[in-house]
């Protein structure tokens, strides 16, 4: 699969993420080591795909595919996409038994109305908040009728967070964005493109965590 070309700000986070790659498949969490809530949320995005059996799932910013792989042990099939070519060779390396796939979000290397499932896990946040329609409108012409979409990740109050190049992981000079959207906002946009929630989950934080995460389920009538 193959995608299209990107504008400015994913081409900054590919590159910063291409340049970590290494280091954050190192760092980043196995699927085992989350907190009760979101394994549990995990859980039940997996039992609904596996009762619905509506066809293949797409893990979106799979990064080194440790959910993707997560998902496929519960007997969901999974494949991943990802931005970073250097993520997606990590990913191939680490489960040579799945399918990654260098991809954009917004502008999906999938047919329409072809996927049982979307995983959107942690990987929406450096998205502009003006570009956000046009993502979930991907994920709306990307499942089937009757498909799931699992969406989780940071919130906040219209906070804009800058990464400087000091902060990247291992020290890298890396450079990207984050847009912490209300949950609200977030609602109403899934609503917009024609996502029906029928569950939301806000975490808010605790010891492990600094910000309030929001996990959002979502069908497509």
């Not at 995608?3 to 081409?11: D, K, R």
């Not at 080591?33 to 394994?39: G, I, M, V």
């Not at 799979?62 to 990913?91: N, Q, R, W, Y």
């Amino acid at each position: 699969m193959t995608h299209g070309l990107s504008p400015s700000h994913l081409t900054a986070i590919r590159d910063s993420y291409d340049t970590v790659a290494a280091d954050y498949a190192r760092l980043v969490k196995e699927p085992a080591e989350l907190d009760p809530l979101s394994r549990a949320m995990l859980a039940a995005f997996a039992e609904a795909l596996r009762v619905a059996a509506a066809g293949p799932v797409a893990d979106l910013g799979c990064g080194p595919g440790k959910v993707t792989a997560h998902l496929a042990a519960l007997g969901v099939p999974a494949f991943g996409v990802d931005l970073s070519p250097k993520m997606i060779e990590l990913a191939h390396r680490a489960h040579p038994h799945l399918s990654f796939a260098v991809g954009s979000m917004t502008a999906l290397p999938l047919p329409g109305n072809g996927l049982g499932g979307i995983l959107a896990y942690y990987s929406t946040h450096h998205t502009p908040p003006e570009q956000l329609p046009v993502m979930y409108a991907e994920f709306h012409r990307a499942l089937a009728p009757g498909g799931l979409l699992m969406l989780a990740g940071y919130v906040g109050d219209d906070e804009y967070l800058r990464l400087r190049p000091t902060q990247g992981h291992g020290g890298h000079p890396v450079s990207y964005e984050s847009h912490l959207l209300p949950v609200e906002r977030i609602a109403e946009l899934l609503d917009r493109a024609g996502l029906v929630i029928t569950a939301r989950l806000v975490q808010e934080p605790d010891e492990g965590a600094r910000r309030r995460v929001a996990t959002f389920l979502a069908r497509k009538p």
